[in-house]
């Protein structure tokens, strides 16, 4: 469309009040910045490095938060799902799947997911060439479902560290619509003693970077207060600073747009 | 114990006639050369690189063969699993769980096949740190299960291209006991235009590095045709050279032995 | 200052016509479009792949080109230098030093270059942590210089494959000035059976990526006809091209500049 | 030959007084242990990380202490230099001319080691890929010299790490000779806020694994007291536990013997 969409919310599905804080806010900045608007929550962070971490608060009771967000707010909702049973419950509630990076090359997960009509997103894994994503997108198609997306989060160069090579947009785009995951993409996975660690401060350079390179849309993980989010706080942009990072995002997804048939010869 | 263990077999249960052929054979020579047997086979390709590849002969029809190989050979089995739903089956016939590199973080599969009581063999991420692979042995633990290994497969260089880095079997090792994979070290992910391809002409060279560094066990695929294997033929150890092989292996294993508790101050 | 830098040239010095020709060009593009201007050409392709490579026209001639060059366009020159008995001569002719990324860590040549008094321009190492650049800078402001900046071009991920980590520049620019270097960051070393291959379809991407980012200048090779370059060619921008290119790439540059000074807190 | 190659010694040409008595030692316990042996100290630490360390005693007073050596061990030599005009000097002292990591590609510098019609012994760069070291050695040849040889030390995995890919040593088998350098593999390029720090602890498992795998020679720095190595010091085998660290390596290598025309087919 004519606007990118900015998939934002909290990590996890932590309570009802503040997912309805959140979204509201957000929608709001999204609104004003023009940005389309899906609302993010996991209702499990189901492959936290260690065993100890938050989970989150149930499955059922995430799914009925997550609804009410919807209701009250009027906006779509998106969430991660990380095995097959779990998609019956969760297409009855979403607007749009995410299979998480590390489950990309699951094929009955992509297909069950395709078959739910929903729209899904998936993750590059920090395992894949950018190219081979193209059999992930295939997988969604061969359910008849064209509804699907591809977003970037970095890759891993083993050891505590994730790269974004901005490469993998152009490339990706070849095959479907791309979000550019600003939140993930500063993580460093395990480097903080059995949970991520993040660097925040990286986020402004690597977001205005890929929206120069050019995406259809963004992904971005905010709170109130990060440093009291339950997973992911080191990487997230605060709530509060949401509208301005928004109004800079905004610029350089118009600048990718100006040039996003330019080439060389 | 005193012996190194083999885990060996076809990749996928492609047949009675050929697990069992294959299971005898490599038995007697594991046997001859010094190895204990663990006789493997998936019954699912569940996350091949392209939907269009082979998948397997049926859930129930693949357990039903494992179970044939195992009474008939009298062999322990090994096979992995994808989701959480597939353990209460898959537990009843083998002896050894495997949990895929892409999956070695989903917490719930984890602890689903912790619960099992069956030993759980958690193969590293391509994208995880070696040390990092403590928390998913934890998690194992945390079902007071501590029958659980390691194996190393090596990590992603991004790119149709995987390294293993020998640092990552003692540091492993620290954790539980630590397999290595001859045959999914010499993968090429997606080198192959939508599969996989390989590089059996390595798989000598990093054997060998791997048995004298240090480990307890080793991974191999191999098949009468490996050029008609159904997955991960192109880096196979052919049928007819496992006994040479294993000899070969079981020097530099004996190396690794000798030299185990080895330190420089 | 007040504008962007650009150092663009041919690879190497082939003529003194083809050099007059690109640098009259050049040079009114980037007048145009709002850029400063730099000439560059190699006396030397020092470090070719393979030894039966294009080198060069020679030392003494290649200098007197550049002479010709600067005085006949009025424009200042870069050049870059190997060994440290050429600083001497080259430094009579050029203002600016350029040192290569294999050698950004050889001590003696950055000193020698250091006391010509003589801007110095540093290539980041592929190999080097762009935090550990402070150093080399440290070693060229111990000689008294302040004139040095530093260059981006990737990193290898070994085999034949180079990344830019956009988080190297805003790392880098704690330290020094940064241009990003558009040609060689999409160059494939040793990619083309003893030659280097290159991508010149994703410059446009990794440029804007990197202006909106935020860097200081950049640095683009350009030939009337890449295909007969002498070097590098598969990566260059085709001189017909370059106007088009500096107006898209001040847009991003003017983009990066304007939040220089954004960060989250 | 019929056995494998020592290059062996301090970093640096410290003093004369500790290269006699490391040389002295050194070359017994490889006598003992069935190495030949080369006498290697560096007369310049040309390429630290920071301007500020050692560098070495000078390069005069350092070819006098290694010619000493030499003559009073009757032992070989070997030295790595860092620009041609150092070549004349050098050969006339040495028997072996080691090419640095970093200038690998410096064809000069190459062809100039090469007139010497000393051995000229090659470290693979950090950047390079294995098959392309054939180039540089290639390079060599072009002057007529046959008796090169190459050096296994890790390549970069970006951001202080190295990573030795085993493969490597295969693929360089089939240009020339392969050392394997067990010092520098288990560094850590500037991981100690400017210097660079090392991994001691790995190295018996990295040596037993390129041993195995085959190797024609080794190269090991050591010092009677590695914490007051004036470079590399965390990296060093200590000079006490050389005869046993060789005993190992010397079992590791005649496995790789054993095996080395072992294929599969």
């Known amino acids: 469309g004519g606007e990118p969409v900015l998939f934002s919310g909290p990590c996890a599905v932590e309570s009802l009040d503040i997912c309805l804080e959140i979204g509201e ?14 609302f993010k929550a996991s209702f499990d962070k189901a492959n936290r490095t260690s065993g100890g971490s938050f989970r989150g608060i149930g499955f059922d009771r995430s799914l009925e938060v997550l609804q ?3 209701n009250t707010l009027k906006v779509p909702l998106v969430t991660d799902v990380h095995e097959s049973y779990q998609l019956e419950a969760v297409a009855e509630v979403v607007d749009v799947i995410q299979i998480p990076a590390f ?12 078959k739910t009509g929903k729209a899904i997103k998936i993750k590059r894994g920090q395992f894949m060439a950018p190219e ?4 992930a997108v295939d997988k969604i198609r061969s359910t008849g479902n064209q509804q699907v997306c591809l977003t970037e989060r970095g ?7 994730l790269v974004v090579d901005m490469r993998a947009l152009p ?5 479907a619509p ?5 939140t993930h993409s500063v993580q460093q996975p395990g480097g903080n003693q059995g949970s991520s660690g993040g660097q925040r401060q990286m986020a402004p350079y690597l977001a205005r970077a890929a929206g120069a390179a050019g995406v259809d849309g963004f992904f971005i993980e905010t709170h109130p207060d990060p440093s009291k989010a339950l997973s992911d706080g080191p990487n997230m942009v605060p709530l ?6 928004l109004a800079m995002l905004k610029k350089a997804w118009d600048l990718g747009r100006e040039f996003q048939n330019y080439q060389l010869t």
């Open 178 to 182: 791309v979000v550019f995951d600003v």
């Open 171 to 175: 490339i990706m785009r070849q095959f």
């Open 103 to 114: 489950l990309c090359r699951q094929t009955d997960l992509l297909l069950a997911a395709g």
């Open 25 to 38: 806010q957000v929608k709001a900045f999204a609104q004003k910045n023009g940005f389309g608007f899906v």
């Open 240 to 245: 509060a600073e949401m509208d301005g990072f």
């Open 132 to 135: 081979d994503m193209q059999y």
């Open 155 to 161: 890759f891993s160069l083993g050891y505590h560290n």
């Open 68 to 70: 009410t967000v919807g």
